[in-house]
């Protein structure tokens, strides 16, 4: 939003404009390369051998191409090379964390405030853009809002912060406006440096670098070049963000706000030009082009979020210049004159505050239209894509302003969603619908698996299946509340419990209609075809389940059987877990038994080794 009102120059063009922006191109490209071959052995000296080929090509053939163009080419094969022997590749992907100092020092000031404690954290996830300062039910939420990226240092976040930076910087320095911009920069980059470079917050401050820099030689950028260079920069310098989540949903939002925006503002309501199309428009292209990422990745989408985000990312755009100069004020003025004034300093904020939590209160409870696919999701992406790239080539080529092709792509647009949301396919396998560490769930047909332990932080919900639900099955006794709340919502007859502690419970479930089984472990019954254990490591049961493992074996035995055991050990047992691999037939484990070990964020799914056995 702030950076399409800076100096830069919309152009339809995917393609660079600059020597630079080429240069930056073959950065891009071999990072990709390296990125999507990381684990192929000599992927180094093959890029190396294919790059000498090109210069060879190049320098000793006839010119087959134009000299612009070949001079293009010399400088993205020239980056390339550059990125091979200067960039570091081998950094390690950890989570970035705000630096601890700056967050001290933003908690301290905060406890000054009239905030309520539940408030400051929300502000405090807002200021620096870290999840982990809000509450677990306010995140699971905010996820399932699809408002999530507001608690995600973000271009919104320095957008706001330097635009108002800017604002008084143009009010002192009205005859030096270079001044204004070099104070913007550098305390845009120390907010940049105490918040630990998140990618996408990166990516907003080259944005807004190279087109405030630009402006002040009267130049203009265009915006292929902006993305390009800023993905370079991103690539050389912190190459294990490259083609990170983090990075696809911040480049994808702004390439729709570049190449998508303008073509729907002449689509809808071409004749109007007023701040609520301006924001529909915005909000359309960045769902638009972040739908294909989080079901890619996620398998889930919030089509709530939509409208949600319509509502709630402009009051976020008061709420954040508001607070930053609260904050301001509270540090400048001396303590003995903010005890008197703190009242009135506060109440625009906290004002603000309230009135954002009021409204996210409303719509996350009754409009979040939250959706989790349960299988093949190619179909959705696929024509997500097609959409992104179609109103792409209508702007591109100008035929937006044939009315007859504008009415059927904005026809296609607003259904798109509807369509999405409400269009269900069958699957005969089962599929992973929640996943984390200590648990994940299965559906098949109209029976729903629960494997692990259930935490009183997240909130189950029954997927929506061709057949609905009919059967909850569970192994756990910190299940029982879950699983009684999803009985009585979705009115459920059959509920088991596979108990093999011998629960005090039983008795008082067994009387709730709850049908016990003592002698099973949950997941040996869950098709002809497919059997599914989970262990978590625990000494006293081994005996246990290495009785059920054979037993299940034996009486299904048939070849096209396949079974599962899934370790989801504690974190200090993750060596245990390996030794069970390592020494699998010393167990008295046999090989019909594929061993899994889950990791925190199941990066392979497990059921992926079911429906493409060479994937592992």
């Not at 009242?343 to 409009?367: D, G, H, Q, R």
């Amino acid at each position: 939003m702030f950076q399409t009102s800076l100096n830069v120059r919309v152009n339809t063009k995917l393609l660079p404009n600059s020597n630079l922006g080429w240069f930056c191109l073959g950065i891009c490209l071999q990072a990709t390369i390296l990125k999507i071959g990381t684990k192929i052995p000599g992927i180094y000296g093959t890029a190396f051998s294919f790059l000498f080929l090109l210069v060879s090509l190049l320098l000793f053939l006839p010119p087959k191409l134009t000299k612009p163009f070949e001079r293009k080419m010399f400088y993205a094969i020239l980056a390339s090379f550059f990125f091979l022997l200067f960039a570091d590749t081998n950094q390690i992907s950890n989570p970035r964390q705000p630096n601890p100092t700056f967050r001290n020092f933003l908690r301290e000031e905060l406890q000054k405030s009239p905030l309520s404690p539940f408030e400051t954290r929300i502000v405090m996830g807002l200021l620096t853009g870290s999840t982990k300062e809000i509450p677990r039910d306010f995140k699971e939420l905010a996820k399932e809002s699809g408002i999530l990226h507001l608690f995600a240092a973000s271009g919104l976040h320095l957008g706001i912060f330097i635009g108002s930076l800017q604002f008084l910087g143009n009010l002192i320095f009205i005859k030096h406006r270079w001044i204004s911009i070099l104070i913007s920069l550098g305390f845009g980059f120390l907010y940049l440096f105490v918040l630990n470079f998140p990618v996408s917050f990166v990516r907003a401050y080259l944005f807004v670098f190279l087109t405030l820099v630009s402006s002040l030689f009267y130049r203009k950028i265009a915006v292929s070049d902006l993305l390009i260079i800023s993905s370079a920069g991103i690539a050389f310098f912190l190459f294990s963000d490259f083609l990170s989540i983090g990075f696809l949903l911040s480049f994808g939002a702004v390439f729709g706000i570049f190449y998508l925006k303008p073509s729907l503002d002449q689509m809808i309501f071409p004749n109007s030009k007023s701040l609520w199309k301006e924001n529909l428009t915005l909000t359309t292209v960045c769902s638009l082009c972040s739908f294909p990422i989080l079901v890619y990745y996620f398998q889930s989408f919030s089509y709530g979020g939509v409208w949600i985000n319509y509502c709630l990312v402009p009051l976020a755009g008061i709420l954040l210049p508001s607070l930053y100069f609260t904050l301001l004020i509270q540090i400048i003025i001396p303590n003995d004159l903010y005890s008197i004034v703190s009242e009135y300093l506060w109440s625009p904020a906290c004002f603000f505050t309230s009135i954002f939590l009021k409204f996210f209160k409303s719509f996350a409870l009754t409009e979040r239209a939250y959706k989790i696919w349960q299988g093949e999701t190619l179909f959705f992406i696929l024509l997500s894509v097609i959409l992104i790239f179609s109103i792409w080539l209508l702007h591109r080529f100008e035929w937006h302003k044939k009315k007859f092709l504008s009415r059927i792509v904005t026809t296609i647009v607003i259904l798109f969603f509807p369509f999405t949301y409400w269009f269900n396919r069958s699957f005969a396998l089962p599929f992973v619908f929640q996943q984390g560490k200590g648990f994940f769930t299965l559906a098949l047909r109209d029976r729903f698996y629960l494997f692990g332990n259930c935490s009183r932080h997240k909130r189950m919900e029954l997927p929506i299946l061709v057949s609905p639900i009919k059967q909850i099955l569970f192994e756990s006794e910190s299940c029982l509340q879950t699983v009684l709340r999803l009985r009585k919502k979705h009115n459920l007859s059959e509920v088991i419990w596979y108990d093999q502690t011998a629960s005090p419970f039983g008795n008082l479930m067994a009387k709730e209609g709850i049908q016990i089984k003592t002698s099973n472990h949950l997941g040996g019954d869950i098709s002809p075809s497919f059997s599914l254990f989970r262990f978590d490591g625990n000494p006293k049961r081994i005996n246990s389940l290495i009785r059920s493992l054979k037993e299940t074996e034996r009486e299904r035995s048939q070849n096209n059987w396949t079974g599962y055991l899934v370790l989801d050990f504690p974190p200090w047992k993750k060596k245990e877990a390996k030794d069970w691999i390592t020494y699998q037939k010393l167990l008295g484990i046999s090989n019909a038994w594929k061993i899994l070990i889950v990791e925190d964020q199941f990066e392979i799914p497990l059921l992926h080794n079911h429906t493409n056995p060479n994937l592992l």
